[in-house]
């Protein structure tokens, strides 16, 4: 059975979306980055995605991160 992955998070710069991952992979969280901007046009975002049980957590930490 395969797991189901969540966004938590998205960002406009790649760097910002690389440090919300690590944030979560030091907090033992599983967490994937899928790039959705046009790198032509510099447009969209890109996408955190972590597993569905591991979702809240993660949301959580990134709340606590961005106060």
């Given at each position: 059975m395969e797991e189901e992955y969540v966004k938590v998070y998205s960002a406009g710069r790649l760097y910002d979306a690389e440090l919300v991952k690590g944030l979560l992979l030091e907090?033992?969280?599983e967490a994937s980055l899928i790039n959705k901007?046009?790198?032509e046009l510099?447009?969209?975002e890109i996408e955190i995605y972590v597993p569905e049980a591991q979702a809240d957590k993660?949301?959580?930490i990134i709340e606590?991160?961005?106060q």
């Open positions: 907090n033992d969280l901007r046009n790198s510099l447009i969209g993660a949301k959580k606590e991160r961005d």
